[in-house]
Antibody, heavy 120, light 111 residues
Framework: QVQLQESGPGLVKPSGTLSLTCAVS?????????WSWVRQPPGKGLEWIGE???????NYNPSLKSRVTISVDKSKNQFSLKLSSVTAADTAVYYC?????????????WGQGTMVTVSS | QSVLTQPPSVSGAPGQRVTISCTGS?????????VHWYQQLPGTAPKLLIY???NRPSGVPDRFSGSKSGTSASLAISGLQAEDEADYYC???????????FGTGTKVTVL
C-alpha cells in the first residue's frame, strides 16, 4: 500500500524559500501517477499548488506559478516543493497527494500533512 | 477565492439525510470535468470519498452518494452518523484557470 510522508522545516522567514519533500513508500514514483502538492491555511480551504509526473512534466497553479518549483528524484523515490518569496499568507498545512494518470485524476492517497509557518 | 461554491455548513440529526451542493460554471463542472469529493475529519488529511461524480472507493460506506448535473454536483449522506461530522470538499478541473480547483468546503454537524 502506497504511503506518502512530507518533511521539511516548520518555520520559514519572510522572503525566504519554503522547501518540502514527499517520500513515497510502498510503490514506485515512476508508476503511472501524478504527484501533487496541496495546501490549507489555518481554518481555511484546500488549494492545489501543482503536480509532477516521473518524466519531469509539471503543471502549476497559475496564481503561484512564478514562485513554485516541483521536482522529482527517482533515485530516492521522492518529490519536492520549493516556494520562493514567501509571506505570512503562505502559512499553511502542506499535503502531498497522488492522482492516478487517468481522465478522472482524483487525489486518492494523501500524506498526513506538515505545518509550515512563515514568521521572522 | 474558489470557483466552486459550497454551503458553509449543513446539519442533521442522526439517521437523517443531508445533501451538500457544489456549484461551478461552464469552465469546470459544466464543461464536463469530473467532480470528486473528499472528507476531512478534524486534524487529519483529506480522504477521497467519491470519485468520477458518483463512484465510491473501496471501503466507503454506501451511505455516501454523489451526482452531477449541468454546472453543479451534490454529495448526499443518508443515515447520518456521529462519525460523519467533518468538513467536505468538492474538486474538479477548471479550463480557464488551467488547474485543479477545490470547493469552498462544507462543515457537516450531527445534532
Amino acid at each position: 500500500q502506497v504511503q506518502l510522508q512530507e518533511s521539511g522545516p516548520g518555520l520559514v522567514k519572510p522572503s525566504g524559500t519554503l522547501s518540502l519533500t514527499c517520500a513515497v513508500s510502498g510503490g514506485s514514483i515512476s508508476s503511472s501517477n501524478w504527484w501533487s502538492w496541496v495546501r490549507q491555511p489555518p481554518g481555511k480551504g484546500l488549494e492545489w499548488i501543482g503536480e509532477i509526473y516521473h518524466s519531469g512534466s509539471t503543471n502549476y497553479n497559475p496564481s503561484l506559478k512564478s514562485r513554485v518549483t516541483i521536482s522529482v528524484d527517482k533515485s530516492k523515490n521522492q518529490f519536492s516543493l520549493k516556494l520562493s518569496s514567501v509571506t505570512a499568507a503562505d502559512t499553511a498545512v502542506y499535503y502531498c497527494a497522488r492522482a492516478p494518470d487517468t481522465k478522472l485524476h482524483a487525489f486518492d492517497i494523501w500524506g498526513q500533512g506538515t505545518m509550515v509557518t512563515v514568521s521572522s | 477565492q474558489s470557483v466552486l461554491t459550497q454551503p458553509p455548513s449543513v446539519s442533521g440529526a442522526p439517521g437523517q439525510r443531508v445533501t451538500i451542493s457544489c456549484t461551478g460554471s461552464s469552465s469546470n463542472i459544466g464543461a464536463g470535468y469530473d467532480v470528486h469529493w473528499y472528507q476531512q475529519l478534524p486534524g487529519t488529511a483529506p480522504k477521497l470519498l467519491i470519485y468520477g461524480n458518483s463512484n465510491r472507493p473501496s471501503g466507503v460506506p454506501d451511505r455516501f452518494s454523489g451526482s452531477k448535473s449541468g454546472t453543479s454536483a451534490s454529495l448526499a449522506i443518508s443515515g447520518l452518523q456521529a462519525e460523519d461530522e467533518a468538513d467536505y470538499y468538492c474538486q474538479s478541473y477548471d479550463s480557464s484557470l488551467s488547474g485543479y480547483v477545490f470547493g469552498t468546503g462544507t462543515k457537516v454537524t450531527v445534532l
